[in-house]
């Protein structure tokens, strides 16, 4: 039987809003992103009229699970954290249509789906708790450790504009060389200051790439650097790569997609490796961790389930000797401050964030986050500290509404509106 807080308030409403928001034309291993991308944003209410935030993947998949979930949260304590990661709780199952953008970050299963709309709702009665109690989200973590989290300058191959007309524009421009890529890190160096950078790789033959971190490395002489293809990479480009940028790169991020290629090239390279696609789930963890094919993983709390299970993982790393950092995908500053909150609050966080933030020109909050020199502010106001802009929200919701046909990220589909005839290249692509 599980004990609840009865003291605390419980509660009494949930809400869920699925929104689109405008997304740059970036490139990955599997297309591009398409101009409108889906998020979910959680309010929870609780007694006395306190309402928490939370925010999420907004695919359908996501949605209909939030939809069965929620009603479960109404009548629990706002301060039963415990409860509300184990609502829903059965046996994990891989996802029969796997959604065309997950296989970036991994397999999904029910579990993930599950796990990432539970992280929303832990995080929006977490939010809702430290207003109740006038605290912010990370003393309820067992307080913050530093005043500033780090994020990384992440960088992406990209098109000047998106090949549909009722894309948003963005001021980036294109970046589709070591010149471009160049170009866009010095624009994120203006933008925030950033102190290490991340290129999405896997988009452009290997050599490219290679040469686009090191016109990095000259431009941005001993600053942390990293290269993610999302597994794209064959053993032996991976080998290749590895070889070209040890004592370049701090890490490489996924080179290769499975635990004994990765331990592979960490066995015969040496390279630290990082991982936001073989780790991402509790059951992961041993065999990676028994091969050493990961050396530092990118936790990302929305599909660890919250805020708590992202501490539980920096333990496990800890214990085993393995670094963890933050994975991001395409979020608004509910999700910022999330991470920054957690982020705050672990010990031994010896690398810079992963974070999409600086791409998004929509918001759902009234004041956007900012970085300074690379990092953010650590919030001190009750709960998150980040107030809803119910407007943007309902504009939000509005184009969800408009664009069924955008509402789960297919980035294979909008690099074939682009070029018609495109086929997922599949993994390894090089
Ligand atoms: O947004 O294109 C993207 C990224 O590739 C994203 O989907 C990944 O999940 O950023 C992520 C990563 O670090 O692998
Ligand atoms: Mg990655």
Same mark, same amino acid.
């Given at each position: 039987?599980?004990?609840?807080?009865?003291?605390?308030?419980?509660?009494?409403?949930?809400?869920?809003?699925?929104?689109?928001?405008?997304?740059?034309?970036?490139?990955?291993?599997?297309?591009?992103? &398409?101009?409108?991308?889906?998020?979910?944003?959680?309010?929870?209410?609780?007694?006395?009229?306190?309402?928490?935030?939370?925010?999420?993947? *907004?695919?359908?998949?996501?949605?209909?699970?939030?939809?069965?979930?929620?009603?479960?949260?109404?009548?629990?304590?706002?301060?039963?954290?415990?409860?509300?990661?184990?609502? *829903?709780?059965? =046996?994990?199952?891989?996802?029969?249509? &796997? #959604? !065309?953008?997950?296989?970036?970050?991994?397999?999904?299963?029910? @579990?993930?789906?599950?796990?990432?709309?539970?992280?929303?709702?832990?995080? =929006?009665?977490?939010?809702?708790?430290?207003? &109740?109690?006038?605290?912010?989200?990370?003393?309820?973590?067992?307080?913050?450790?530093?005043?500033?989290?780090?994020?990384?300058?992440?960088?992406?191959?990209?098109?000047?504009?998106?090949?549909?007309?009722?894309?948003?524009?963005?001021?980036?421009?294109?970046?589709? @060389?070591?010149?471009?890529?160049?170009?866009? /890190?010095?624009?994120?160096?203006?933008?925030?200051?950033?102190?290490?950078?991340?290129?999405?790789?896997?988009?452009?033959?290997?050599?490219?790439?290679?040469? !686009?971190?090191?016109?990095?490395?000259?431009?941005?002489?001993?600053?942390?650097?990293?290269?993610? $293809?999302?597994?794209?990479?064959?053993?032996?480009?991976?080998?290749?790569?590895?070889?070209?940028?040890?004592?370049?790169?701090?890490?490489?991020?996924?080179?290769?997609?499975?635990?004994?290629?990765? =331990?592979?090239?960490?066995?015969?390279?040496?390279? $630290?490796?990082?991982?936001?696609?073989?780790?991402?789930?509790?059951?992961?963890?041993?065999? !990676?961790?028994?091969?050493?094919?990961?050396?530092?993983?990118?936790?990302?709390?929305?599909?660890?389930?919250?805020?708590?299970?992202?501490? @539980?993982?920096?333990?496990?790393?800890?214990?085993?000797?393995?670094?963890?950092?933050?994975?991001?995908?395409?979020?608004? *500053?509910?999700?910022? /401050? =999330?991470?920054?909150?957690?982020?705050?609050?672990? #010990?031994?966080?010896?690398?810079?964030?992963?974070?999409?933030? $600086?791409?998004?020109?929509?918001?759902?909050?009234?004041? $956007?986050?900012?970085?300074?020199? *690379?990092?953010?502010?650590?919030?001190?106001?009750?709960?998150?500290?980040?107030?809803?802009?119910?407007? /943007?929200? /309902?504009?939000?919701?509005?184009?969800?509404?408009?664009?069924?046909?955008?509402? @789960?990220?297919?980035?294979? !589909?909008?690099?074939?509106?682009?070029?018609?005839?495109?086929?997922?290249?599949?993994?390894?692509?090089?």
């Amino acid at each position: 039987e599980i004990r609840t807080d009865t003291t605390l308030p419980t509660i009494t409403e949930v809400r869920l809003t699925p929104i689109l928001i405008a997304d740059p034309p970036l490139l990955n291993l599997s297309g591009v992103h &398409q101009p409108y991308t889906p998020r979910l944003i959680v309010e929870v209410e609780i007694e006395g009229g306190i309402v928490g935030l939370g925010e999420t993947y *907004g695919d359908t998949v996501y949605f209909e699970r939030a939809k069965a979930l929620a009603p479960e949260l109404v009548g629990q304590s706002v301060g039963a954290v415990n409860t509300i990661g184990g609502i *829903g709780q059965e =046996a994990s199952t891989l996802l029969e249509a &796997q #959604p !065309a953008a997950s296989g970036l970050r991994g397999a999904l299963t029910t @579990d993930k789906v599950r796990l990432s709309v539970l992280s929303a709702f832990e995080v =929006a009665a977490l939010d809702a708790l430290g207003q &109740q109690l006038g605290v912010p989200v990370h003393a309820l973590l067992g307080g913050k450790v530093r005043d500033h989290v780090e994020y990384s300058g992440y960088l992406f191959y990209k098109w000047a504009e998106h090949p549909v007309e009722d894309a948003l524009g963005d001021d980036w421009g294109a970046a589709l @060389d070591p010149d471009g890529v160049v170009r866009q /890190a010095r624009k994120f160096f203006e933008y925030g200051g950033f102190r290490s950078f991340k290129l999405k790789g896997g988009v452009l033959p290997p050599d490219e790439e290679i040469a !686009a971190i090191r016109a990095l490395a000259d431009e941005f002489p001993g600053m942390p650097l990293r290269l993610d $293809p999302n597994g794209g990479w064959t053993l032996r480009t991976a080998l290749h790569v590895a070889q070209e940028l040890t004592g370049v790169v701090e890490y490489l991020e996924d080179p290769t997609a499975t635990v004994a290629d990765m =331990a592979e090239v960490h066995r015969r390279t040496g390279i $630290p490796l990082a991982t936001n696609m073989i780790v991402t789930a509790l059951n992961e963890v041993r065999p !990676a961790f028994d091969a050493d094919a990961v050396q530092i993983v990118l936790s990302d709390h929305h599909y660890w389930g919250g805020l708590f299970a992202t501490r @539980d993982l920096a333990a496990v790393c800890r214990a085993y000797g393995r670094g963890l950092s933050m994975h991001s995908n395409t979020h608004l *500053g509910i999700s910022l /401050a =999330a991470m920054t909150h957690v982020a705050a609050t672990v #010990p031994d966080l010896e690398y810079a964030c992963d974070s999409h933030y $600086p791409w998004q020109r929509e918001e759902v909050i009234t004041t $956007p986050i900012t970085f300074t020199d *690379g990092a953010v502010t650590v919030s001190d106001a009750p709960g998150l500290g980040v107030t809803l802009d119910r407007d /943007a929200v /309902a504009r939000l919701h509005e184009r969800w509404n408009a664009m069924p046909e955008l509402r @789960d990220r297919d980035d294979i !589909a909008a690099m074939r509106r682009a070029k018609p005839g495109f086929e997922d290249p599949g993994i390894p692509k090089y």
